[in-house]
């Protein structure tokens, strides 16, 4: 049997074929080095970062809100009847603070009927006492419906009045019927609402 030398192509390629296992070979053994290496090190890196000192500490905090709460007293301040021309009544409200801030207030009145805007309120500081009403003025007598002290409306109005927290002070209020009144207003009874509107003054 007589071999037929191949083409200088053929002889190349089965000389690379030959050869490829052994470099492949070589590259895996490259490859597990490597990666032992890595290994090796990522571990050192592990049980260097499990060996350091840690501590921790923490703080807690409690947060409580205010209150705004007015009150007036007594809630019935006024019952008076067979009022004449001429005639007034005083009665004496005290306005607390029983909240934990500041506050401002205002006082608006709604009356009804005729008589309610015929009927005055004035209104001043403790004094002597209010029979006296010798205090200072804090409303001028002005139609008993619709009467005003400072303003409802958020923020600092002109004539509001402002209260600490868990303090009161007292007012004198004077309601009374014109002389003037005439005969049309015989036998006419007025209720009368007084509102106290109190807001925050911090931050306001």
Known sequence: MRLEKGTNTEMTALTNAARLPGRLSRQQRLAMAALAILTAVSLGAGA??????????????????????????????????????????TQALTIAN???GALRYSLTTVATNVLGDTLTLTVRTF???????????????????????????????????VLAAASS????????LPLATGNALQGIS???????????TSNN
């Open 48 to 89: 260097t970062s499990l060996a350091l000192f840690t501590d921790s500490a923490a703080s807690t905090g409690t947060f409580t809100s205010g209150t705004v709460d007015i009150t007036s007293d007594p809630t019935v301040a006024f019952t008076v009847a067979a009022m004449m021309p001429g005639d007034d009544n």
């Open 98 to 100: 029983a909240g934990t």
């Open 127 to 161: 004094g002597t006492d209010c029979a006296t009403f010798d205090g200072t003025t804090v409303l001028a007598a002005t139609a008993l419906d619709g009467a005003a002290i400072g303003s409802p409306a958020q923020g600092a109005d002109a004539g509001d009045r």
């Open 169 to 176: 002070e007292v007012l004198c209020f004077r309601v009374s």
């Open 190 to 200: 007025s209720s009368v609402t007084f509102t106290f509107d109190a807001e925050q």
